[in-house]
């Protein structure tokens, strides 16, 4: 098969539809991955299903997220988590291994296959060349049953890299640069595939780091090829009997190209408060920072952490600001306590954190009252830190470092001499903190336990043929999931329970939303472009459905968040003139005929009762989206069609 690397593994792996950019395909799924934040949810929802065992060909649970443990709740997520991953033949990842991005890379990830995990940032994995693809929980669980994941064939978009990253400057810059190119929305519909010279010249975790900040642009993943590089990688994991040569054919054509001369590449900054809005390092020099945050899926690899640890030695970081640091993995703090490297980031005063998201989330180390905090990590949304009113900027390890050091935004060009590091031949293989799979014969008589606070799914009954109802809230562009459901460390121990979590929906722009919402019976929601940017976190669907509402009509939607919507029963619509958005506000009463949606395929009528005025809005549906909102959502129509596909 001719073609690029994306192509190859999409049409290797299509079990409907036709490979055609635009079209709806169905992909068969060879491996899962979950992590403990949306994972309870996708279990739950699993077990709904009701089948006796996963059908993949490896599905993995990890615990990353939700693991400050400052009650019982996230420590009976995790016994639950545990007890399921024994019961229906998953890996399961105990608290500490490791963020299940970096994880899945180091132990699972294959080039060639496909991977959906309920994680936006996924694509970490297209690192080693899988295809791997953020997704509701629900969809994860779906294709846990055995059944395909449907994508619409995406755009394959070629980003050619000549040349060599210049000293001072790492893979973060790399997509950073696109992000400056591209912005967030750049990326919809497609998938970044990085080919050229110089991508031999990146190791595989760094190639990890671009393909995990991919996520930001909105684009369906990114992939690089598999080649030697790849190889050396898996040996040193003693995985290269997994390896498999993959790379784009001489004559694969892309349907567009950027080109990036890594040569004329500097130090790159996302300001606040958007991972599209960069800039050169170096125009932001001086400014004064009160924490440096280290770690997260991008940035937490050895590679990474080597670097900081060199860049640190001998020096103590500034008396004006905090630095925190969270290894990607157990096997990165091995390394590093073996290499005795560690002992440099401790004697410079860095706390160093669990193997965990922590802060990337909100989970602890939240900056102080309006200061400047510098994250390698891929999300600078306002608030997410967990101070609403603190300014992040996204940086490199390198910048970190430095900045780290002096107490200011630092080029890290001034600094010196780049540190040289040494990466070992073999990596310290230990899967101690992974828990395998049972056989069948005995994983059917373990018990599931489940926590107090772990409540059933609510159910949801069929649509009806006519939505009604007021405008409980208009919002802009680029809305993010955090702000429609925030995680954090007070409410991401509720995930398990979508009764209490719905208390906090839109909290950060609108606290009164829910009980406005139930007091009301539900009703609409009104938004921007790239309504859902961010998180494939479904809460952000699943609570605003059980606070009623029916319909959220947009300029555009993000991707996942687009699918969550129809999994949970709630319309999405577009405005066909953009311009319309003007004409509603929050308030109007309206009313739109969804009981054809399928054939209403260019059109349909959306009324507004209070202004009495009528305008046009659209959808995206496939029929089969369309019959599962008329069910009321994928779980109850997925039931009874397991097995069949
Ligand atoms: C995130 O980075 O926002 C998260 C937390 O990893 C989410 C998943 C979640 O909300 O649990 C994501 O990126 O999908
Ligand atoms: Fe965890 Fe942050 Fe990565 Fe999300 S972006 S998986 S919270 S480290």
């Known amino acids: 098969m001719v073609g690029t690397v994306a192509e190859k593994i999409i049409n290797g792996h299509i079990v409907e539809g036709k490979p055609a950019t635009g079209e709806e395909v169905a992909l068969k799924v060879d491996q899962t991955l979950t992590q403990d934040a949306t994972g309870t949810m996708t279990y739950l929802q699993f077990e709904a299903i009701g089948i006796p065992r996963i059908r993949t060909e490896l599905s993995v649970s990890y615990v990353d997220h939700n693991t400050l443990q400052t009650d019982f709740k996230n420590a009976d997520d995790h016994r639950y988590l545990q007890s399921v991953a024994k019961r229906y033949g998953l890996y399961f990842s105990r608290p500490g291994n490791g963020i299940c991005h970096q994880l899945h890379l180091e132990r699972f990830a294959r080039p060639g296959k496909t991977l959906v995990g309920s994680d936006s940032h996924t694509p970490t994995a297209g690192g080693i060349g899988s295809f791997a693809i953020g997704a509701g929980g629900l969809d994860v669980a779906v294709a846990m049953a055995g059944m395909a994941y449907r994508i619409k064939y995406p755009k394959i978009a070629g980003i050619k890299l000549t040349g060599k990253l210049p000293d001072w400057v790492s893979a973060k810059d790399v997509i950073l640069e696109v992000l400056r190119r591209i912005d967030v929305k750049g990326g919809m519909g497609k998938v970044l595939e990085y080919f050229g010279p110089g991508v031999k010249t990146i190791s595989v975790p760094e190639r990890a780091t671009i393909s995990n900040m991919g996520t930001e642009t909105g684009a369906t993943t990114s992939i690089f090829p598999s080649d030697h590089v790849t190889r050396a990688f898996m040996a040193a994991q003693e995985r290269v009997d997994q390896w498999i040569h993959l790379e784009a054919d001489a004559d694969a054509e892309y349907d567009e190209i950027m080109e990036i001369n890594l040569n004329e590449l500097e130090p790159l900054v996302a300001l606040p408060h958007s991972p599209g809005n960069v800039k050169p390092v170096s125009e932001i020099v001086g400014m004064e920072v009160q924490q440096v945050a280290i770690g997260s899926c991008t940035n937490s690899s050895l590679r990474d952490l080597k670097i900081v640890a060199n860049i640190l030695k001998g020096h103590t970081i500034a008396d004006n600001l905090h630095l925190t640091i969270n290894p990607g993995s157990r096997q990165v ?205 479904e809460h952000a669907a699943l609570a605003p459905k059980y606070l009623g509402i029916k319909a959220v009509i947009v300029k555009s939607f993000a991707r996942i968040h687009l699918a969550n919507l129809i999994n949970f029963g709630i319309v999405p619509l577009t405005f066909k003139h953009s311009a319309d958005y003007d004409s509603i506000d929050m308030g109007d009463n309206l009313e739109v005929v969804v009981g054809n949606l399928e054939r209403n395929r260019d059109v349909v009528r959306l009324r507004n009762l209070t202004r009495d005025t009528e305008i046009e809005v659209t959808h995206s549906l496939s029929e089969l989206d369309a019959e599962i909102l008329k069910a009321g959502g994928k779980l109850p129509w997925v039931k009874g069609k397991v097995g069949k596909y």
């Open 333 to 537: 703090v091995e390394h590093l306590e073996e290499s005795g490297e560690m002992r440099y980031l401790v004697a410079a005063g860095a706390r160093i954190l669990e193997n965990t998201c922590g802060p990337c989330i909100g989970m602890g180390a939240a900056p102080p009252s309006q200061s400047i905090s510098i994250r390698t990590f891929n999300r600078n949304f306002e608030g997410r830190s967990g101070t609403p009113d603190a300014q992040i900027y996204l940086v490199s390890p390198e910048v970190a470092a430095v900045t780290a050091i002096r107490g200011v935004i630092t080029d890290p060009r001034e600094f010196g001499d780049y540190p040289q590091i040494e990466m070992p031949p073999r990596f310290i293989i230990n899967d101690n903190m992974f828990i395998c799979p049972l056989p069948p014969e005995e994983s059917v008589k373990v018990k599931i336990i489940r926590g107090p606070h772990i409540k059933p799914l609510p159910d949801f009954p069929r649509l009806p043929d006519t939505l009604k109802g007021e405008v409980l809230i208009k919002v802009g562009d680029n809305f993010t999931t955090d702000y429609i459901m925030p995680a954090g460390a007070a409410i991401l121990p509720l995930r398990s329970n979508i009764p209490e979590i719905s208390k906090h929906v839109f909290e950060p722009v609108d606290p009164s939303f829910p009980s406005r919402a139930l007091d009301k019976n539900g009703g609409f929601i009104i938004g921007g472009e790239n309504y859902g940017q961010g998180s494939s976190r």
